[in-house]
């Protein structure tokens, strides 16, 4: 509000109009926030291409480092990423899409896209729920085409997925349930990044038996 002098000496009230940029600069940093907190990860992007304002609201690490904790999990709390948080969710994004293209290739049983999939490397190594271990590129890519070929593989749900992301390495862990009441397989998945993209490594599901029988996921 600004208070101003007429020309018969009285005063006379203007109100500034205020600008949604003006408010949002008097907003104290940690309700910003807690404001942007109630985004998700499109939102808080499109937000970015606004104005210069929100962009520098938008790149604040607090605001992506509660949206990490929001779509990831509360694991990795205290760690302090390299490149910030936002850096470090869109790296964490990328792995979990990777990790999600994986299960897609074993539903599929796509043997091409399986073997497009892993690191042609002498020390990959893979552990499949039957217990067996193979090493090696070619070992691996025959245990997957033997498990491609099994008859009756039922389907699977993943839940409760963690990754964590390093420059050039990333593991995921995850749950895959054949049953949901029988309980699930753990499964852990290693990548290393080549060439401008990630490749898994390592491969390995846990076995389940109910009731003594031993079950079987890919």
Known sequence: MTVRL???GGETVAVDRQTGASMM???VPEITTHALSYLDYPSLCRLSMTNSLMRKAANDDNAWKALYHKDFTLEQYNLTPPN???AYYAATRAIVNVNTEFSRIVRERSLPA??????NADYVKCFHATGESFSGYNSVMESW???FSWANVPDFQI??????????????????????ESGPFDVSNIYEFHNGRWYM??????????????QFMQ
Do not use: C
């Open 114 to 119: 399986m073997a497009q999939f892993w690191l």
């Open 145 to 147: 085409e033997l498990a």
């Open 201 to 214: 490594v390592h491969y390995h599901s846990s076995p389940l038996f109910i009731n003594g029988d031993q």
């Open 159 to 180: 839940r409760d997925v963690r990754a964590r992301v390093l420059a050039d390495m990333a593991w995921v862990t995850m749950k895959a349930y054949v049953d949901m």
């Open 6 to 8: 007429n020309e018969n």
């Open 25 to 27: 600069e008097q907003l």
């Open 84 to 86: 910030g948080w936002k």
